[in-house]
DNA sequence: TTGATATTTCAATAATAGTTGAAATATCCT
DNA sequence: AGGATATTTCAACTATTATTGAAATATCAA
């Protein structure tokens, strides 16, 4: 992941509106929100949604799809873990580092066969 | 950690120079390193890098201490990890979430056990 | 104290970001 | 086709961000 997409991402989620939309896409699943529903949501109007939605999905934060006359957007769970990468990748570099630093919702049993 | 303080953390590390700024940081450990040898590193105005660190002190990324005429600035590794935390911790609400997610320096035997 | 070094603060400017409402586009239903 | 719903695009405006150079502050060394 280079630098430049990393700020992007970075800035996409720096924004109060953006960052409760994105939280509510990555806890909504792969199946995605409305736009009008997070508009909605977030009260706040339907052109500014569109305005920050756009930015997600510019830093590829987040997919789009068309159903309907609505427009559904989904967080984009790889992108998501390539920028945690990013960052956890340069933490810790030799250095001592908070071990509780990665928090999965659960650690699950087939990941440790 | 409040949504307020994420946005604040994510916007400082948002932008070209402090990204770079906090990753140099990141890599030379507590000890940290002077305003204007990270001008110099950054190839940019000593006003400038002033005004970012700035950024990144007041979203607590870095702390910052004086050694003589020089001020030093260190990453603050603890706060790296709350952001990580509250980031992760919204990512994976229930979904099947990329398990290679979070890359510590060193995946260590003590954690399997 | 004087002069040099290291950094911050300030003011001015240029560029970018966010909001609003109106108009345009796409889809659905009858 | 015609009307309603869902979303995006556009233009105008305001606010915030980034850069520059000059002036101010703090430390050191003679």
Redesign the interface.
Known sequence: ME??S??RA??A????HR??AF?LL??A??DGLAAGTLAEALDIAPSSLSFHIAQLANAGLVSQRRAGRSILYAAD??A??DL??F?????????P??????????PSEK??A
Request: hydrophobic share 40%.
């Open positions: 630098s430049a990393v700020v970075l800035g989620l720096a924004q109060e960052l409760a939280r990555v806890q699943g792969p769970y790889d998501m873990a945690m990468g960052l956890t990748e340069n933490c810790c570099g030799g250095m580092c908070a071990p509780a630093q990665c928090k999965p919702a659960k990941d440790v």
